[in-house]
């Protein structure tokens, strides 16, 4: 039979008081909010003042509260909350893609020794269900790469400010309003809530545990209109892809940066606030999802659709994370790469293996070609660049690239 949850809720914010609204109007799921604990006394509430606590204990020391949900827009302070939870027991329900992706090695030993869930659908890709079909489905060695847009804010703002010619200002002040940005937006732009997410979805498509921080990451905010103007030239939009993919040695690659997607290709028509993730196998080939990535609503039933999971005991296994995992590496791969630079900028062809074409206008110019994952970090470094992928090119042997040349062969 399934269990009865009586819910300890952090956070009554954005997707917060959604998952409040959605339980309300799911009457068939077994389920209570029982208290809800926020930070800032006095501000104004939906509920009645008695339905709050601001102190954290109230719920993670109360014996009936059998499940924690955690959704909070402090990464330090979620951690506190989402360990205490763990440590007395208490399974807990989480969004907060930043506190999990850099603490995985200390969440997975907990779960372990206590012998308690963490689920957390909600932290990637908000409604579309990634990383239970990541665990189940892709239970297996087939799956080559997993790639796609996996953050509704930064493609809300691409959408508008280059397909409506709204500015970007204008753009994230809408993205905000409507719930999708991060609390501080800085994590959206910069391109850190899309490797946030990325490491979560490799340890679940591969068993690789890697640091955010050791993923190269570009954002989207040192976008200008040269970029803009060139892909409209070429037919093409601007997304910020994050991928992960196994390389021919057996390691994983894994980037974040904006790229240019051109008409035809799965991504194309993912606008706003929607995501899309492609997985790449080699024999079920291409498989695309595709679902809104913000939202009160959406990222809610993700949190709903994990509740549910808990009321018949589901917990991820992590069995890819066992022996025989993948480790992550940083081997030299090779990428098309356009690069809008200062006029005369000094250092710029250096980086390029080989140079396409190369433009100068007043004040400044771009180049585009190819050139290895290593000399691309110190192009991004030189001052006033702008860099924009084309993808990762032949030289760079991606697996499902080899898998598709042996397969060809055979
Ligand atoms: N918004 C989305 O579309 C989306 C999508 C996927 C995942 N997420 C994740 O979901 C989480 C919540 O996001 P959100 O958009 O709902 O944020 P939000 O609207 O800014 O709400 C944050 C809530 O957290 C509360 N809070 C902050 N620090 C606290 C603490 N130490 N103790 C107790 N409560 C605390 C705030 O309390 P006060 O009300 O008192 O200020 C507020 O109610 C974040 O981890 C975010 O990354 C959001």
Not at 26 to 45: L, M
Not at 117 to 137: D, F, G, H, K, T
């Amino acid at each position: 039979m399934r269990k009865k949850l009586n819910i300890g809720l952090f956070g009554f914010g954005c997707v917060g008081s959604g998952l409040y609204e959605v339980l309300e109007r799911t009457p068939g799921f077994n389920a209570r909010i029982g208290k809800i604990c926020v930070k800032q006394e006095g501000k104004n509430r939906a509920l009645a003042p008695e339905r709050f606590t601001y102190n954290m204990w109230d719920i993670l020391d109360d014996p009936d509260i059998n499940v924690v949900v955690e959704l909070i827009d402090d990464a330090d302070s979620a951690y506190e909350i989402v360990t205490a939870a763990l440590k007395r027991g208490k399974p807990v329900v989480s969004a907060n893609k930043k506190m999990i992706a850099a603490h995985l090695p200390e969440l997975l030993t907990l779960q372990k020794r206590h012998n308690v869930p963490l689920l957390y659908e909600a932290a990637c890709c908000a409604s579309i269900p990634v990383i239970r079909n990541l665990e189940e489905y892709y239970d297996n060695d087939l799956l080559n790469s997993i790639e796609g847009i996996i953050n509704g804010s930064t493609n809300f703002i691409l959408t508008r400010t280059a397909e409506q010619g709204i500015g970007y200002d204008e753009a994230l002040r809408l993205a905000q309003e409507r719930g999708f940005a991060e609390s501080d937006p800085s994590l959206d732009v910069s391109g850190r809530d899309a490797a946030n997410k990325l490491a979560i979805l490799a340890l679940h498509a591969f068993g690789t545990i890697i640091h955010p921080d050791e993923i190269f990451t570009v954002g989207i905010d040192r976008l200008g209109e040269l970029e803009f103007r060139y892909a409209a030239e070429k037919g093409c939009k601007i997304r910020l892809i994050a991928r992960a993919s196994r390389n021919a040695e057996g390691g994983i690659i894994c980037l974040v940066a904006p790229e240019f997607v051109r008409p035809g290709e799965w991504l194309y028509g993912v606008n706003d606030e929607f995501n899309g993730v492609i997985t790449r196998n080699t024999f079920s080939d291409t498989q695309f999802f595709v679902g809104k990535g913000a939202g009160a609503f959406p990222t809610a039933s993700a949190v709903l659709s994990d509740l549910s999971a808990l009321t018949y005991d589901y917990r991820y296994e992590y069995k890819k994370a066992g022996a025989g995992r993948l480790g992550y590496v940083q081997q030299e791969i090779y990428l098309d790469v356009f690069c809008r630079h200062p006029r005369n900028a000094q250092g710029v062809a250096e980086c390029f293996t080989e140079v396409k074409e190369q433009y100068a206008f007043a004040e400044a110019g771009f180049t585009t070609g190819s050139l290895s994952l290593s000399r691309l970090r110190e192009l991004g470094e030189l001052p006033g660049t702008s860099i924009v992928l084309f993808g990762i090119n032949d030289a760079g042997k991606t697996i499902s690239g080899v898998v598709k040349k042996e397969l060809q062969e055979a």
